[in-house]
């Protein structure tokens, strides 16, 4: 069982950053990645940036160049930088982390890009 804690959202500008942590506790040697996804009203989950356990990232074109996701191996934390924040960057981010036998996901945590 691994346990997924997010922090870290608010209320920002457009053009503004924010930064996002997700703790991982428990079984965390099993982990293969991990990864942020956000859910807009209306619209289906979607993957904003995944980091494998070698420290691979990728990420759609949507975020590239503007979002970057990071790993604290000692602390078991996984951060997203986000910069040049945009209204539709406007979500509940939820961390997520693979294993062989499942997928854990946190409680999410609230993104808003607003004037």
């Known amino acids: 069982q691994v346990q997924l804690v997010e922090s870290g959202g608010g209320l920002v500008q457009p053009g503004g950053s924010l930064k996002l942590s997700c703790a991982a506790s428990?079984?965390?040697?099993?982990?293969?990645?991990e990864g942020w996804y956000r859910q807009a009203p209306g619209k289906q989950r979607e993957l904003v940036a995944i980091?494998?356990?070698?420290?691979?990232?990728n990420y759609p074109d949507s975020v590239k160049g503007r979002f970057t996701i990071s790993r604290d191996n000692a602390k078991n934390v996984v951060y997203l930088q986000m910069n040049s924040l945009r209204p539709e960057d406007t979500a509940v981010y939820y961390c997520?982390?693979?294993?062989?036998?499942?997928?854990?996901w946190g409680q999410g945590t609230q993104v808003t890009v607003s004037s």
């Open positions: 980091i494998t356990s070698g420290g691979t990232t």
């Open positions: 428990g079984s965390v040697f099993s982990i293969l990645h």
């Open positions: 997520n982390a693979r294993t062989v036998m499942a997928d854990y």
